[in-house]
């Protein structure tokens, strides 16, 4: 098994070392897996996977991908390394000056210009559709939907480029369950779709979490509490962790 | 009483150490965000003419600069140039000098008030924009989003603004410069009763183009000036909402307060160059 991500001893504080919000986390994310990463609102999920984009940079700590540290990369390279990723935002973060549609457009018109506007145009259609939103919807702005719909149009662009390594910040927080449930058959086939994906999904519901992670990270306080597959947790002694999965497998 | 004496003596220290040091950091952040601002511009400049190209997104910012300026641009021309001939006008007539209000106000126009009040009024306009528009980008994650996507945000947002404003500048100073001198004839013939083919023979004979062309560097200056410290502010802004509404007014205030001390510096660097390349 290889690792695409590797995080050792991961630091961070936002205000010059008086409190932090990573407090060094240890983590390999397996290649070829989907990682699950839970803990309570707050923790630094986000934060986490900020870092693993390159976004934050560490008060210390190393973060690596496929072997490569971030901290030490050209701006060119580092360019090279995001097309191969996609990122599902917490809020979606569409580009508020552009249609539904063209937000999905725009990655691909900048990294696969090669294919012509109007097979761009089939393509951003086709993830529109497989995310679950209607064709009516197309030609409005991100301030006229609704969160929901937002943040399938944001999972629509993040995997507009098939990326290698995909990335997703609470995907289906703020949907309803039969589209919880779509959006996490997505995920599932979209991993399985492209070789080699590696797919790092944050959520809070423990149901999907089972279901779709073959790899669960637990995180607590900015730490890591507990790594280990589905069944490793369900099996656990650690009591903390136990009150954490009951009351989430109890919830449906 | 002696105590009284020493602890009030102690407290004037500690005020006055206070009030140094306070002038000391200030005058450390004003030179840090300078450099900040040049660096800043420094990358943004290198990344204008690198691909994928720009251009499209470069002509919109034209016309949102331009193109919406103008008319606010045109006013500001007009009243400037009846204003300012009224002024040199009841000067000029006290040592019955009036043949040369023409040149007085053509020169005051073209070297000095054109480019500054344009390079203000846009920097007040396009640049507000242009802060909040990158402010809000940023607090709402777009930024990030465009970084994630392997897209040079730096390329995409800053750049062709920077360029659009250096090329629209020159274009509205222009246009500044056609409108106040009319409006300038149009009181001094019609309404102060000079004579219209005196006043233009008079402009040809004092005015040389370099005065205009000082005027027009002056304004490409600005340009750049206002567009790169709004964008500047706009990229970093950090604090939601409010962070943006404060980096939109910092962007403003401070392109402002810049444009007038580069005005200064700008036009004595232009006529040193004219000096010397006539002396070569
Ligand atoms: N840019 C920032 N500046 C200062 N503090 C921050 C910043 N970003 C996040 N934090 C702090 O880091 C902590 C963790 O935030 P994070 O967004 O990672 O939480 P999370 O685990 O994703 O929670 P949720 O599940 O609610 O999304 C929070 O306490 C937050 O206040
Ligand atoms: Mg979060």
Redesign the interface.
């Known amino acids: 098994m290889s690792t695409a991500v590797e995080i050792t001893d991961l630091r961070k504080s936002f205000d010059g070392g008086n409190t932090f919000i990573l407090k060094g986390i240890n983590l390999q994310i397996p290649k070829d897996k989907v990682t699950v990463i839970i803990g309570f609102s707050g923790t630094g999920k986000s934060v986490l996977i900020?870092h693993i984009?390159g976004?934050i940079e560490p008060t210390s700590g190393s973060v690596r991908i496929f072997d490569h540290e971030i901290k030490h990369m050209s701006?060119d390279e580092v360019?090279?390394l995001?097309?191969k990723?996609?990122?599902l935002?917490q809020?979606a973060?569409?580009?508020?000056d552009m249609t539904v549609i063209e937000n999905v457009m725009?990655?691909l018109k900048?990294?696969r210009?090669e294919l012509g506007k109007s097979e761009i145009r089939r393509i951003a259609e086709e993830k529109l559709i497989q995310s679950g939103m209607e064709e009516i919807h197309f030609n409005k702005l991100p301030a006229e939907l609704s969160g929901g719909m937002r943040k399938r149009v944001g999972l629509a662009r993040a995997l507009s480029?098939d990326p290698e390594i995909l990335i997703y910040d609470e995907p289906t927080t703020g949907l309803d369950p039969i589209l919880t449930e779509m959006v996490d058959d997505l995920i599932l086939s979209t991993h399985r779709r492209i070789e080699g994906a590696t797919s790092i999904v944050i959520s809070h519901d423990l149901n999907a979490a089972f279901r779709i992670g073959e790899n669960i990270v637990m995180l607590d306080k900015g730490t890591v509490l507990m790594q280990g597959t589905p069944q490793d947790f369900l099996n656990t002694d650690n009591k903390f962790i136990r009150r954490f999965v009951d009351k989430g497998i109890r919830r449906e | 009483m002696m105590k009284v004496w020493l602890e009030y003596r102690q407290r004037v220290n500690a005020s006055i150490d206070e009030f140094f040091i306070g002038l000391y950091e200030k005058f450390v952040s004003v030179v840090y965000g300078f450099g900040q601002t040049l660096v800043f511009t420094h990358q943004c400049a290198r990344y204008m003419f690198s691909k994928?190209s720009r251009f499209s997104n470069m002509i919109q910012h034209m016309h949102f600069i331009g193109n919406d300026s103008i008319i606010i641009i045109a006013l500001t021309g007009c009243f400037t140039g009846l204003a300012l001939s009224y002024q040199i006008y009841i000067g000029f007539n006290l040592v019955n000098a009036t043949n040369l209000v023409g040149p007085t106000v053509a020169l005051g126009i073209f070297k000095e008030l054109a480019p500054v009040l344009t390079g203000l009024i846009v920097a007040a306009r396009a640049g507000g924009a242009m802060a909040a528009q990158l402010g809000?980008?940023r607090v709402?994650?777009?930024i990030?989003?465009l970084?994630?996507?392997?897209?040079?945000p730096k390329q995409y947002l800053v750049s062709p603004r920077i360029l659009a404003s250096f090329l629209t500048l020159p274009l509205l100073c222009g246009a500044f410069d056609f409108i106040a001198i009319h409006g300038s004839e149009l009181l001094c013939v019609n309404v102060l009763g000079l004579d219209s083919a005196i006043f233009w023979d008079k402009i040809e004979t004092w005015i040389e183009p370099k005065d205009i062309i000082e005027g027009l560097i002056k304004s490409a200056v600005f340009g750049i000036t206002f567009s790169a410290i709004c964008c500047k502010t706009g990229f970093y802004t950090s604090g939601g909402a409010k962070g943006v509404g404060e980096a939109t007014n910092r962007g403003v205030v401070n392109s402002m307060v810049w444009i007038i001390i580069l005005n200064f510096f700008v036009s004595n660097i232009i006529r040193m160059y004219f000096t010397i390349a006539e002396a070569l």
């Open positions: 900020k984009l976004l701006e360019i090279q995001r097309c990723m996609g990122m935002f809020h973060a569409l580009f508020d725009f990655p900048e990294h210009p480029l | 994928p809000t980008m709402s994650e777009q990030d989003a970084e994630v996507m392997g897209v040079n």
